[in-house]
């Protein structure tokens, strides 16, 4: 056990989709402001072992590491001898880490997204192994000290002073109840001051009689009790500041102090929240309620106070506005493309921009010119399988035809490539064998160290990898160095052998990985055209202090356009 790292609990009541990510990252960043080494796990009741296959209209994003986590469900069996016992790749987790990533400016491994079917594998793939004879499984203990011992691991290894632990869901919800039962256990196992519970609800205006009404809050609340947790600070989002009397009646119902009822009204910048927090002094009160006095703070952009402030206030300016198209398949929900409209958002603030974004859910009906005739910009959207695969391919096709300034990202690169091969090369029927199997061009093909293949989890090209960028390119223009670092999630590659045809014709191979084998960027080579493909995803390293290099050379691009 870790007595010296501070615990914080985050959880959620009244309806999912409420903020509970930015109130964690907000809190971690209070303390970051005081000095403190902190991390976050993200626990996900869900019985995937991770959100790799979960569809981004379902479950939004999913953020990709830098690592490739082994996750061994038996982890002390000799597996020299065991070979049906499998390990799982993840390096695919859920996307509250993008917000955390940005907030905070530290990378998490992969372990620190904790979800029910890592538990309940583990658990029973134990059991199947004789690592409890004579001995009933139950969720109490053994879940249970499974979900402890995860945190107390992360804790100790990363030498934390604080972690705080987002539990996904809402309170009540039947799934999540092993994770709650494991916090009210160690509330009591750990010393007094070690433990914190901060309980994010909504509070909802009333049109009907022009009021807030707490009631939802309150019943949340008491749910929340109903299993052993009282949660120490109540944070309140809703359309404005709280009013006082709402604040009144939460603390009076909810057994809570009226300092620790905290408002978190709706904000145009979601980055402005520390300080909206900072402003309520929920900082100090979370170090009274942990016994942390802070510690001698760096001036960094990252963990400066007031460098946060100041990096704000580059976002809140007025600025000429930049519309970038965005033709894809994800936009059921606002979360599909997360990453990117903040990557986006990132480059055009420091360049003296504002991105506006126009998504454009790509459908047989959908006429491609007339949706980005006004755009300064197309992003091609990363994505699988066929549905609206024509729509974007036209739209590649429509950035070489007007010289929009484009920039594809992954199947957005490789769709780039289809259309590349198919206008200038005339390989009528050219296609990615992801979306046609028989067609006579497969121009995208599956990587060869996927066609043995079967299980879908975990299994792509996945995590970081070393790229090798060819001088004299846009891309190394953009990063101004040979060698980096980007992170991958694919199973098809754009096919080297029409590649070699395409140069050509005016396409560049400006990256490869380093064994020159598979593609990593295609680029047209148009001094008056700036349009890049990439199968990576510069996206996931993008902050608002550092916005990403490639990000920024496309909205560059297309700011140049803009004011020819």
């Known amino acids: 056990m870790p007595p010296d790292c501070k615990f914080v609990f985050v959880t959620g009541g009244v309806m999912s989709g409420i903020g509970k990510g930015v109130v964690t990252a907000s809190l971690g960043k209070l303390f970051q402001f005081r000095g403190f080494n902190i991390s976050v796990v993200k626990i996900d009741p869900y019985l995937n072992v991770d959100p790799g296959t979960l569809n981004p209209i379902e479950h939004g994003e999913c953020f990709i590491t830098e690592e490739v986590w082994d996750f061994q469900p038996v982890p002390d069996i000799d597996r020299t001898f065991e070979s049906d016992e499998k390990s799982y790749r993840i390096s695919e987790i859920d996307q509250d880490f993008g917000t955390y990533s940005r907030f905070l400016g530290i990378e998490m491994h992969p372990s620190h997204n904790i979800t029910s079917g890592q538990i309940y594998l583990s658990t029973i793939l134990r059991e199947r192994k004789g690592k409890f004879l004579g001995r009933t499984v139950q969720i109490i203990p053994h879940c249970t000290n499974m979900i402890k011992d995860r945190l107390f691991d992360i804790a100790k290894d990363e030498e934390l002073d604080v972690l705080l632990i987002e539990c996904g869901g809402t309170v009540g919800d039947l799934e999540s109840s092993i994770f709650l039962e494991a916090f009210r256990q160690l509330k009591l196992e750990l010393p007094k001051k070690h433990v914190a519970f901060v309980h994010v609800t909504l509070v909802p205006y009333s049109e009907a009689v022009g009021q807030q009404k707490s009631k939802p809050t309150q019943h949340s609340v008491k749910m929340l009790q109903s299993v052993g947790l009282q949660p120490d600070v109540l944070i309140c989002r809703s359309k404005k500041d709280l009013d006082p009397d709402i604040k009144d009646k939460l603390s009076l119902f909810s057994n809570i102090s009226k300092e620790a009822v905290i408002s978190n009204p709706d904000l145009d910048f979601v980055y402005e929240l520390p300080v909206l927090f900072e402003k309520q002094n ?91 005739n006004e755009c300064d910009g197309i992003l091609l959207t990363p994505g699988f399988g066929e549905r609206a695969v024509q729509g974007m391919i036209k739209s590649a096709e429509y950035a070489m035809d007007k010289k929009v300034p484009f920039l594809g990202i992954c199947f957005g690169a490789q769709l780039f490539f289809v259309a590349f091969c198919r206008k200038y090369l005339g390989l009528e029927g050219a296609n990615s064998t992801e979306i046609d199997p028989k067609t006579p061009h497969p121009v995208v093909d599956i990587l060869e160290e996927q066609k043995q293949i079967t299980d879908k989890g975990g299994t792509m090209r996945l995590g970081g990898h070393t790229i090798k960028i060819k001088e004299g390119t846009k891309l190394y223009e953009a990063y101004g160095e040979p060698t980096i670092v980007e992170r991958f999630r694919h199973r098809f590659h754009i096919n080297p052998k029409y590649a070699e045809d395409a140069e050509k014709f005016g396409l560049i191979v400006s990256s490869t990985d380093e064994t020159a084998k598979i593609i990593n960027s295609i680029e047209l080579d148009r001094v008056d055209h700036w349009m ?16 990403s290099k490639c990000y920024l050379a496309f909205i560059k691009a297309c700011a140049d356009r803009k004011n020819a």
């Open 532 to 547: 890049v493909g990439t199968q990576f995803h510069p996206e996931f390293k993008s902050r608002p202090y550092k916005p």
């Open 282 to 372: 929920l900082g100090d009160l979370m170090c009274e309620l942990l016994d942390l006095k802070a510690k001698l703070v760096s001036y960094s952009e990252v963990n400066n106070y007031s460098e946060w402030v100041k990096m704000i206030s580059l976002f809140k300016k007025e600025k000429p506005i930049l519309k970038i198209g965005m033709p894809g398949k994800y936009f059921n929900i606002s979360d599909s493309y997360i990453s990117i409209n903040d990557a986006l958002e990132h480059a055009a603030a420091h360049l003296g921009f504002k991105s506006e974004l126009v998504m454009i859910n790509v459908t047989e009906n959908t006429i491609i010119e007339q949706e980005l």
